[in-house]
């Protein structure tokens, strides 16, 4: 397959360069959090520090990667992608059934499948496969004038439930939910009446009392402690409670460069992953979130400006869905570590440490600059 030159010098490389600013950013709060000095007293002296950070140098692996799948998502063509859709979204359904069979465990939870020395989490390809298979049926059949009616959204609802279910049963609530919620934002970006939304909301409304108890014991504590964490300070609310700690003592220009008390000392858990934010705002304060927020900011932006320039509905679709997902993100991950959301396990978008996470997101954007350089110009097959 080959692109028209045309299509080239499209490009959008204002969307390129903020992408890759996330990453770049990252590595650096990244260095400081997985940073080990007892790292030195087993390594040689001879190597440099900067080599010591595990996850740091696995993370320039990832994003290397994550390039690899980028450029490769560029070369698709927004027609291929509208042929795949449900191929893809069926070979990621059929990943999520494997995890609940062969899936590796960690901390009581069976997210991953091992391949190698790789580990891989299926649901999060999962949401960019969702976003496809919603798009494609959107397209497909759109809504009249009214927007869709109720029994129109037997088969979207579907779509997304059957996924939300699987991963509900690893368990993993955080990102079950973010599912959920791609697929309702992009069900409402097409229309509904009011009388099945309506139907819908209600619905929702009274499913909370149930799903509560369908929830492990793990879950509900980390929902109650949202609203009281000093009632079980070192159990369920541990994690909130640090995380506020390091992120009040940052104050507004924070304790500098690896000087944050809570990530050196490691009395914050997750800080690589998770609450990885929580470092950034210890050591580099309210200045380097609002830095932070700034860039993601225009990241979401610029993902806007290409669904009001796309060609049709599908592609539309599917970068009005790659935005939701990053929003939604963002906003749980700060939300989180900030004590406003509870701790779900979502990871900041790019930023958190994980292969699964950044290639599927870089993925993702890959496929929205591919959307963004077509716009007036077709592809040779």
């Keep these: 397959m080959r692109i028209d030159r045309r299509v080239i010098a499209h490009f959008d490389w204002n969307l390129f360069w903020i992408t890759m600013l996330v990453p770049l950013m990252g590595l650096v709060v990244l260095y400081s959090a997985g940073f080990d000095p007892d790292a030195k007293k087993v390594l040689p002296q001879w190597i440099p520090d900067f ?10 692996l990832f994003i290397g990667g994550g390039l690899a799948v980028m450029l490769f998502a560029i070369s698709l063509p927004p027609s291929f992608l ?48 969702l976003i496809l298979a919603l798009a494609r049926h959107f397209s497909r059949k759109p809504p009249g004038r009214e927007g869709y009616r109720f029994l129109q959204l037997i088969t979207p609802f579907l779509i997304f439930l059957i996924p ?3 991963i ?10 973010v ?22 909301i209600s619905t929702i409304l009274l499913a909370v009392y149930p799903a509560w108890h369908m ?74 979130c609002l830095l932070v927020l700034g860039v993601y900011s225009l990241l979401l932006y610029r993902l806007l400006l290409v669904v009001l320039r796309s060609k049709d509905v599908f592609q539309a679709l599917v970068v009005f ?32 440490y994980g292969g699964s996470s950044v290639l599927s997101t870089m993925f993702a954007i890959g496929i929205v600059l591919g959307v963004a350089m077509r716009r007036f110009a077709f592809v040779k097959s």
């Design 51 to 60: 080599l010591q950070v595990r996850a740091m140098l696995k993370q320039v």
């Design 82 to 129: 509208s042929r795949s859709a449900y191929f893809i979204y069926g070979a990621c359904i059929v990943l999520l059934i494997a995890v609940l069979l062969f899936g590796t465990v960690v901390n009581g939870s069976r997210r991953w499948l091992a391949f190698g020395g790789f580990n891989l989490q299926p649901a999060e390809p999962m949401k960019f496969a």
């Design 164 to 166: 939300m279910g699987l």
């Design 168 to 177: 509900m049963r690893q368990p993993d609530l955080g990102t079950a939910l």
């Design 179 to 200: 599912v959920g919620a791609i697929g309702f934002a992009m069900t409402l970006f097409m229309g509904i009446r009011v009388k099945p939304l309506v139907i819908m």
């Design 215 to 288: 929830l492990h014991d793990y879950q509900q504590r980390r929902i109650m402690t949202l609203l009281n964490p000093e009632s079980d300070p070192l159990g369920a609310g541990y994690h909130i409670t640090q995380s506020k700690i390091a992120v009040g003592s940052g104050g507004f220009m924070g304790k500098g460069f690896m000087q944050g008390t809570q990530t050196q000392l490691e009395f914050l858990p997750e800080h690589t992953t998770d609450f990885i934010f929580s470092v950034l705002a210890e050591e580099w304060g309210f200045v380097g």
């Design 321 to 352: 869905g790659v935005t939701v997902q990053i929003f939604l993100h963002t906003t749980i991950n700060i939300g989180m570590v900030i004590g406003i959301f509870p701790v779900v396990g979502i990871p900041l978008p790019l930023f958190s």
